[in-house]
């Protein structure tokens, strides 16, 4: 199964995302890409409503093995023993589910050098109405800096490819986690109903 074809103004043809530039293509095209060209084949998550259109395409691609994860410490297990044997992989989370986090990352993805990718959708600020999730979202940057964890947080469309390409390059070559903060500026953010 394919990714869905995005149709083009009448009289043109369709492109896949792989065949458009950047410029034409959405957040979560380009993590899907970025993650192909990086050789990112497993992919567990935990469900979130930011990610679902990028879970929903992970899952159509043969590419990828993705599957939800009971909670984020299982899917950041599961990345860590794929990486013992050969095989790279990311974690997508929401910010609440970091806040669980912060053992398995200092007992395991740190200290064994395992090049954890983390796409952790940011809830918790720019019109958040749940106090707990901004509590969690005020902690995680000051947690990612005491365990000197390399992180970036994606506000714009025309940066994200580059931040995201060279943070997993980095990742790899050092066997050092990242933590890709994604900003309700770039996704969009939860939407909320009354």
Not at 98 to 110: E, G, K, P, Q, R
Request: glycine share 6%; aromatic share 8%.
């Amino acid at each position: 199964m394919a990714v869905a074809e995005e149709k083009n103004s009448p009289g043109t043809s369709e492109k896949s995302t792989s065949e458009r530039s950047t410029s034409e293509m959405s957040w979560h095209d380009i993590v899907l890409q970025t993650l192909k060209r990086n050789d990112i084949r497993l992919v567990p998550y935990v469900p979130d409503r930011v990610l679902t259109t990028l879970i929903k395409n992970l899952h159509a691609d043969p590419f990828f093995t993705t599957f939800p994860a009971a909670r984020e410490e299982e899917a950041v297990g599961i990345v860590s023993g794929a990486w013992m044997g050969g095989m790279r992989g990311a974690v997508l989370m929401q910010t609440s589910g970091f806040a669980t986090l912060a053992n398995v990352l200092a007992s395991l993805a740190i200290p064994y050098q395992i090049p954890l990718i983390m796409f952790v959708s940011e809830r918790g600020t720019l019109g958040e109405f749940n106090y707990g999730q901004s509590l969690v979202c005020r902690t995680m940057r000051p947690v990612l800096d005491s365990l000197a964890m390399e992180h970036h947080t994606a506000t714009r469309l025309d940066e994200f490819e580059f931040i995201v390409d060279r943070s997993i390059k980095q990742a790899i070559t050092t066997q050092a986690p990242v933590a890709l903060i994604l900003s309700p500026l770039l996704t969009g953010g939860k939407v909320f109903d009354k």
